[in-house]
């Protein structure tokens, strides 16, 4: 089955700190991988992908992934943290669906804190 | 949020009541989804739509029942057979089965069942 994993539940880093969220994922074939963010009682909001080609994917906010295809992860990274950047992060890939179509399936989700 | 809204942002309904959550897309996206979100457990997918007029059943369907009428709504019902309806409901949309596969998020819904 095509899933992914995030193995910590929280993240504290200092502010202007460089930042890593980890993703490790399982799939047969080549992955699709996602990051997305997620506010207070809000929805999710795409921060990047890696479908193909370069293995350091650059998205929003400053944020990019660093695809590892030997290591079979995906995490995300930041050189400098910001407070605002405090938020639920969740990693997902592609599955596709039968029928036609697909599916994300998330990740558990990190919860980043960036202290002062 | 992009152009998906979800209504209302809350919603409270005592045990045994049925309830529509509403989500609205302008995106003219093919594919529609319903997810469920719970502390801890990130995001289950409930149902999905590839097309107008049909739906699929997605990983925790049971006690929930959807329509696709309309490309732009894909509205949610939680039925009083959902055992734990408690939770944040998220709506997303893609451009369809051939697209680069990312989905884009409503706001999202928090029904609370009392």
């Known amino acids: 089955a095509q899933s992914v994993a995030q193995p910590e539940d929280q993240v504290n880093v200092a502010e202007g700190n460089p930042l890593t969220v980890k993703c490790t994922y399982s799939v047969s074939g080549n992955p699709y991988l996602f990051w997305y963010v997620q506010y207070p009682n809000r929805g999710l909001q795409f921060l990047l992908k890696y479908i193909t080609g370069d293995n350091l994917v650059k998205g929003s906010y400053g944020f990019e992934a660093e695809f590892n295809k030997s290591q079979t992860s995906f995490h995300l990274k930041k050189p400098s943290a910001l407070v605002s950047d405090s938020a639920l992060y969740f990693c997902?890939?592609?599955?596709?669906?039968?029928?036609?179509?697909?599916?994300?399936?998330f990740g558990t989700g990190t919860q980043l804190k960036v202290e002062l | 949020d992009g152009g998906i809204t979800q209504s209302p942002k809350y919603l409270f309904r005592k045990e045994g009541q049925n309830v529509t959550l509403s989500c609205e897309q302008n995106l003219n996206h093919d594919a529609m989804y319903w997810y469920r979100q719970d502390p801890g457990q990130g995001l289950r997918l409930i149902y999905y739509s590839q097309i107008v007029n049909d739906f699929q059943k997605g990983d925790i369907a049971e006690g929930y029942s959807v329509s696709r009428e309309k490309k732009e709504s894909f509205p949610l019902t939680v039925t009083s057979a959902q055992k734990n309806p408690t939770a944040f409901y998220l709506c997303a949309s893609s451009t369809g089965p051939f697209s680069s596969y990312e989905q884009y998020f409503g706001p999202g819904t928090r029904l609370t069942v009392t």
């Open positions: 997902a890939v592609r599955v596709p669906l039968t029928g036609g179509g697909n599916k994300l399936t």
